[in-house]
């Protein structure tokens, strides 16, 4: 006799597969705070600890931030087919652990991902079913007010990052949902819905995103 899911014991009952969401935003939208007060509002959600070359910032602990990694083993893990997606950020590499990530999804748990748009691309192709969020600063001075509040980076770096934010943010229509980081709470709370599945009301189609857009690009 077959035991139908319904009428079978706890321990057979499979899970759904999780679902994946993925966050980009240019370099100082304020995206790593976000993703912070999301995960406090929703413990259930996973993070994947990325594995990156940079080296570690003061207030960072390894493992739990980032693993932090030589520049040769990154370079193994990427050739041995290790990583989801890498990127080259910054003069440094980043990389999404394929084993992590399967694994919590085969779990049922619902990850999320905060990398950068190259790595949010492959993402897309290897995982379709993704969920792809972009996050936007509401001006152009916001997002230098905040690359010059992150005290590590000296005025060069930050002069580049600038510029690098315009490029990152041209790839805003790739994604499915744009929030706006104008209000902290607000946006948090935006995330939060998405994460529970109103995408639809954040698409990046909506016709209010047009002025800013035009703002941030020009
Ligand atoms: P930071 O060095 O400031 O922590 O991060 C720099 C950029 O790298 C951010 O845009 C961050 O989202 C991105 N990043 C972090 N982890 C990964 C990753 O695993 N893959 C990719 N492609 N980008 C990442």
């Given at each position: 006799?077959?035991?139908?899911?319904?009428?079978?014991?706890?321990?057979?009952?499979?899970?759904?597969?999780g679902?994946?969401?993925?966050?980009?935003?240019?370099?100082?939208?304020?995206?790593?705070?976000?993703?912070?007060?999301?995960?406090q509002?929703?413990?259930?959600?996973?993070?994947?600890?990325?594995?990156?070359?940079?080296?570690?910032?003061?207030n960072?602990?390894?493992?739990?931030?980032?693993?932090?990694?030589?520049?040769?083993?990154?370079?193994?893990?990427?050739?041995?087919?290790k990583?989801l997606?890498?990127?080259?950020?910054?003069?440094?590499?980043?990389?999404?652990?394929?084993?992590?990530?399967?694994?919590?999804?085969?779990?049922?748990?619902?990850?999320?991902?905060?990398?950068?748009?190259?790595?949010?691309q492959?993402?897309?192709?290897?995982?379709?079913?993704?969920?792809?969020?972009?996050?936007?600063?509401?001006?152009?001075?916001?997002?230098?007010?905040?690359?010059?509040?992150?005290?590590?980076?000296?005025?060069?770096?930050?002069?580049?990052?600038?510029?690098?934010?315009?490029?990152?943010?041209?790839h805003?229509?790739?994604?499915?949902?744009?929030?706006?980081?104008?209000d902290?709470?607000?946006?948090?709370?935006?995330?939060?819905?998405?994460?529970?599945?109103?995408?639809?009301?954040?698409?990046?189609?909506?016709?209010?995103?047009?002025?800013?857009?035009?703002?941030l690009?020009?």
């Amino acid at each position: 006799m077959t035991v139908s899911p319904r009428c079978a014991g706890k321990e057979s009952v499979k899970k759904l597969r999780g679902q994946l969401f993925v966050i980009a935003a240019p370099s100082g939208a304020g995206k790593t705070s976000l993703v912070r007060a999301l995960m406090q509002h929703r413990p259930d959600l996973r993070f994947s600890i990325s594995y990156t070359t940079r080296p570690q910032r003061p207030n960072e602990v390894d493992k739990r931030d980032y693993f932090f990694v030589d520049e040769r083993t990154f370079e193994q893990m990427a050739a041995t087919g290790k990583f989801l997606e890498h990127a080259r950020v910054f003069d440094h590499h980043y990389g999404t652990s394929k084993a992590q990530v399967e694994a919590l999804l085969e779990q049922g748990e619902n990850v999320l991902l905060e990398i950068d748009w190259q790595g949010a691309q492959q993402i897309r192709r290897a995982m379709p079913t993704c969920h792809s969020i972009f996050i936007l600063p509401p001006s152009r001075e916001a997002l230098e007010q905040r690359l010059r509040g992150r005290q590590s980076d000296s005025d060069e770096v930050i002069a580049r990052r600038l510029r690098d934010s315009i490029g990152d943010m041209s790839h805003w229509a790739e994604f499915d949902a744009v929030v706006i980081n104008d209000d902290f709470g607000q946006a948090t709370s935006d995330l939060a819905a998405i994460v529970a599945g109103e995408t639809r009301r954040f698409s990046r189609q909506r016709p209010e995103l047009r002025p800013l857009l035009d703002r941030l690009l020009s």
